[in-house]
């Protein structure tokens, strides 16, 4: 499984469990927020490959997602902030989940107001993945 498929499906999967369920949308895939009080936004930006050995028989990916909660403006700060909440709780630094490592406490920034109506939460979270590497 890739670092953008362990990530992106679980903020599917806690997207999917919220009454009424959340939109998510994606990089590079169209999306349509008409109609929508709330919807997600996926970005992953990857770093640099790290060798973790000297004999780089191991490497380390890091990078960061960011996870923006798009609520339409006039409903109050909590709705987005709430939601922000649980993508957090969703990617625990420890105990580490599947083979992507949060590595430090995902966060929230300050929201920023879209000028066509939308109030954005921005939401950080740092991953790894450690990978053996396949001699060719």
């Known amino acids: 499984m890739t670092i953008r498929q362990e990530l992106e499906g679980r903020v599917k999967a806690l997207a999917a469990a919220q009454i009424p369920p959340i939109k998510v949308a994606y990089e590079d895939v169209a999306?349509?927020?008409?109609?929508?009080?709330?919807?997600?936004?996926?970005?992953?930006?990857?770093?640099?490959?790290?060798?973790?050995?000297?004999?780089?028989?191991?490497?380390?990916?890091?990078?960061?997602?960011?996870?923006?909660?798009?609520?339409?403006?006039?409903?109050?700060?909590?709705?987005?902030?709430?939601?922000?909440?649980?993508?957090?709780?969703?990617?625990?630094?420890?105990?580490?989940?599947?083979?992507?490592?949060?590595?430090?406490?995902?966060y929230k920034s300050r929201a920023i107001k879209d000028e066509s109506g939308w109030r954005i939460v921005p939401v950080t979270i740092n991953y790894r993945k450690e990978n053996e590497v396949v001699p060719t």
């Not at 927020?33 to 990916?61: F, H, K, Q, S, Y």
């Not at 609520?71 to 993508?87: F, H, L, N, S, V």
């Open 31 to 106: 999306f349509d927020p008409t109609g929508l009080d709330a919807w997600l936004e996926v970005i992953i930006v990857p770093a640099a490959t790290v060798n973790v050995t000297v004999d780089a028989n191991r490497i380390r990916e890091v990078g960061v997602m960011q996870v923006n909660v798009w609520c339409k403006t006039g409903q109050g700060a909590g709705k987005g902030e709430k939601i922000a909440d649980k993508i957090i709780a969703a990617f625990p630094m420890m105990p580490p989940t599947g083979t992507v490592w949060i590595t430090q406490t995902p």
